[in-house]
């Protein structure tokens, strides 16, 4: 059986801008949130409950956040790296088609 694959070029340049994109609003997102907890380290929050507070915004949400935004940086990578190589076997197999109907040999 014959297996058709059709891929909208444009569309998966967006959808991997796309990635990126959403990669710097998280950055974004991360600065602010790093920030506002540092302010209420200077400004004085203490207690047991501020520092549970900020073990779990240090040690849990920041780091996610942070692997979020790796995560969505590679996965725009890998989709753009995933578009060159269908491109490129799309321009190979044009290439040897057109050279058949010419009849020049492969």
Same mark, same amino acid.
């Given at each position: ?27 974004? +997102? ?9 302010? +209420? ?20 949400? +920041? ?20 578009? +060159? ?22």
């Amino acid at each position: 059986m014959a297996v058709n694959v059709h891929l909208d070029y444009e569309q998966c340049r967006a959808i991997s801008a796309g990635f990126h994109t959403d990669r710097g609003d998280i950055d974004q +997102l991360y600065r602010q949130l790093k920030n506002s907890v540092e302010q +209420l380290h200077n400004g004085g929050w203490v207690g047991e409950a501020a520092d549970r507070w900020y073990n779990v915004m240090e040690g849990e949400l +920041l780091p996610a956040v942070l692997r979020l935004s790796n995560a969505q940086g590679s996965i725009g990578d890998s989709t753009q790296k995933v578009l +060159l190589i269908i491109q490129q076997a799309d321009e190979g197999c044009k290439s040897i088609f057109s050279n058949v109907l010419a009849g020049k040999s492969f």
